[in-house]
């Protein structure tokens, strides 16, 4: 009698253990469905279909530039001091606005040009020239970055179609 009570003991052991499992699963895929919330449609399907009109700007970025407006000239001055007080991000922003964006190793040499033709004319210190040519080396490297992932991304694309 013994062991047909420690049997069933077992057996009832077990099929609570099966209760916890699919009440885990009941848990597993209410937590899919959670999680699925932020994005509930299929790729390329949403409750728009035509998205947002070519055009449309963001609210936020029109209120910032309505409050900005009025005060462009004399912010633009501000800066423009800053950095002829040697403030260094006044001195980036400036050289970003003012030097064409840096996109190939000549872009790179024109701007480094610019720098030290700057630095020979005294408009900048030269520990300012240097501050500007490192942000123009890191630059730099982040394009030659860019370029070898895009050859090593073509190299792999073109490893995958081509059958040994």
């Known amino acids: 009698m013994m062991a047909l009570d420690l049997s069933t003991s077992v057996l009832q052991m077990f099929r609570d253990r099966e209760g916890a499992m699919k009440s885990q699963q009941i848990s597993d895929e209410a937590m899919q469905a959670v999680k699925a919330r932020g ?25 910032v530039e309505a409050l900005l407006d ?5 912010l633009t001055h501000k800066v423009i001091e800053l950095a002829l007080a040697g403030n260094m991000a006044a ?3 400036c050289f970003e606005r003012l030097l064409p964006p840096i996109e190939s190793a ?7 040009g610019a720098v030290l033709e700057s630095c020979a004319a005294g408009t900048l210190s030269p520990s300012e020239a240097v501050e500007v040519m490192r942000s123009i080396e890191t630059h730099l490297r982040a394009i ?14 073109s490893q995958k179609e081509t059958p040994p």
């Open 39 to 63: 994005r509930p449609f299929e790729p390329g399907q949403s409750g728009n279909p035509s998205g947002r009109p070519k055009g449309a700007r963001n609210k936020t970025t029109i209120a």
């Open 70 to 74: 009025n005060e462009a000239e004399a």
């Open 91 to 93: 001195i980036r922003l």
């Open 106 to 112: 000549a872009d790179a040499v024109a701007a480094s």
């Open 144 to 157: 030659e970055l860019r370029q070898i992932e895009t050859g090593m991304t073509a190299l792999e694309r």
